[in-house]
């Protein structure tokens, strides 16, 4: 009979944890999230009265909403 030496494949800090760092969970954002891009126009109409429309990226004012696909933030 034989036996093969073989590394660990996760080594453990002394307090038994992982050192590797655990895997990003599906729900984690990755960038902006729709949130954020709604907050940021909503927060743009408000400063200046026109902001770049989070739907399709067209022009959208406070008063009459998007100039291209007409939503609106209310």
Known sequence: MTAVATRESHARHRDGESAERPATGLFEPHGPTLE???????????????????????????????????????
């Open 36 to 74: 954020d891009a709604i907050l940021a126009a909503w927060d743009e109409l408000v400063s200046a009265d026109h902001a770049t429309c989070p739907v399709c990226s067209g022009g959208m004012s406070r008063t009459s909403g998007c100039e291209t696909c007409g939503s609106q933030l209310t």
